[in-house]
């Protein structure tokens, strides 16, 4: 259980980091950029605390916003996430979720693929349709997302298995 | 009381989330509402300290750059300075107060976003430097902003690749004045909106800052007109603009503190009551 929680708080605090510092300055064509901190809400365990983890992405969210002048638009799509995380999980994962027994941090497989795609659009659709504000750039907004959610989600990747733990 | 009790603890997630939510809406709606309200912007402590040490590990990147834009502004201020028309009649200083109307301070563009609606810049001064609210940012080739949030040491920037900004400009050659916004779409225009179609006007002439902003000094360079809409409901013009500024590439920038800026304030206050 501790150890569960210091991994979470460090994860928390490595991922807020590198998107400040990194990924906040890639801007590919000019406007997409990746926002893989949402790994923090992705990979939060499954049988861990709701509320926490709706507080939690409630303060990852608001040190976004500071960080990038945005008022509370990250501090809104990710509490948006997080509080969908479990109806996503029954959607991607069907049965297997009652048991609680899924790991996310593993080998890719088409539900994994499909929970972390649920989540990207999720939190993606809410970030920029907060963003625009104004109902006229609604195509624009659709567009942002879609590429936005394709860059996100392959750093995602990256990442996982980049921090995957050794079994051996 | 005991059921009371139940369903708070037995709803305590939806609970803590509709909380939660509520507020960082709030925050969202707010900031875009409301002029100069935001109470989450990145002119603190914590943002304003991380983005200026990872600044200067950048910096170093393009010193090169830098240098060449400074001594080419060198040289032009040289050019000003050699060939004026003539050189025994020196620029009156106000001497009632022994100051200049307009002062300028030096700063540097700590972080910078351009690829939102609503793009804010920082920078590395604040209330210690004698940076306040409302005043004007430019750089050698043009506007860049208007100082919007302020901490001791930092400063947010207002960018005019912003929804929200509304300068006033002119064609520097006729007078006619307009109003300066973004559209969202492209980081290199921005649009004259409110031109009067009485404006004699092509492709390439200069648009540069009006004489009724409080804000910005007159005939500060801004961009070229790139294209000319004609509206048919209205007698105005829409243009864009293409800017001198690069926006997406930002190193040291001129904060203008304009002496009279309060007296002119107040004067149109008074003038606003009677």
Not at chain 1, 21 to 28: L, P, S, T
Not at chain 2, 222 to 230: E, M, N, P, Q
Request: aromatic share 10%; charged share 15%; proline share 2%.
């Amino acid at each position: 259980m501790n150890s569960t929680l210091l991994v979470n708080i460090f994860r928390f605090i490595l991922l807020l980091a590198i998107q400040i510092i990194i990924f906040n300055n890639m801007n590919f064509l000019g406007y997409i950029s990746p926002f893989p901190y949402i790994l923090f809400i992705i990979l939060y365990p499954v049988n861990g605390n709701k509320s926490g983890l709706v507080a939690a992405s409630f303060l990852l969210g608001i040190i976004m916003d500071l960080f990038s002048n945005s008022g509370g638009t990250h501090a809104t799509a990710c509490l948006v996430l997080a509080y969908f995380r479990p109806s996503i999980f029954k959607f991607a994962f069907g049965l297997s979720y009652e048991y609680q027994t899924i790991k996310l941090n593993d080998v890719l497989t088409p539900q994994r693929f499909s929970f972390i795609l649920l989540s990207v659009v999720i939190h993606h659709f809410t970030l920029f349709l907060l963003e625009a504000f104004q109902l006229s750039f609604i195509l624009d907004t659709l567009i942002t997302t879609l590429l936005s959610t394709v860059f996100t989600i392959i750093i995602c990747i990256i990442i996982i298995y980049l921090i995957k733990p050794n079994k051996r | 009381m005991q059921q009371i009790f139940n369903f708070i603890f037995k709803n305590s997630n939806r609970i803590l989330f509709l909380l939660l939510l509520g507020i960082s809406l709030a925050l969202t709606i707010q900031s875009h509402s409301f002029h100069r309200s935001k109470i989450i912007s990145s002119a603190n402590f914590l943002s304003g300290g991380v983005y200026e040490r990872v600044n200067n590990l950048h910096e170093y990147l393009n010193l090169k750059t830098q240098n060449e834009a400074l001594a080419l502004e060198n040289a032009k201020l040289k050019s000003l300075l050699f060939n004026r028309k003539d050189t025994t009649v020196v620029k009156k200083l106000d001497s009632l107060k022994g100051v200049k109307p307009e002062d300028i301070v030096v700063s540097k563009v700590i972080h910078n976003s351009y690829n939102v609606y609503e793009n804010y810049l920082t920078l590395n001064s604040g209330e210690i430097d004698g940076v306040k609210p409302d005043m004007g940012v430019i750089n050698d080739l043009g506007i860049v902003g208007i100082i919007e949030n302020t901490s001791p040491k930092y400063s947010t920037v207002i960018s005019i690749l912003n929804k929200r900004t509304q300068i006033n400009a002119k064609i520097k050659k006729s007078n006619h004045f307009g109003s300066l916004n973004w559209n969202g779409k492209s980081t290199g225009y921005v649009q004259l909106t409110d031109l009067p179609r009485l404006a004699l006007i092509k492709i390439g002439d200069t648009i540069v800052t009006g004489g009724q902003s409080v804000i910005f000094p007159e005939n500060i360079n801004i961009g070229t007109i790139a294209k000319i809409y004609r509206d048919k409901q209205t007698n105005f013009y829409t243009l864009d603009v293409r800017l001198f500024n690069d926006m997406t590439n930002l190193g040291h920038v001129y904060i203008i503190k304009r002496k009279d800026r309060e007296e002119i304030i107040n004067l149109e206050k008074r003038e606003k009551d009677e």
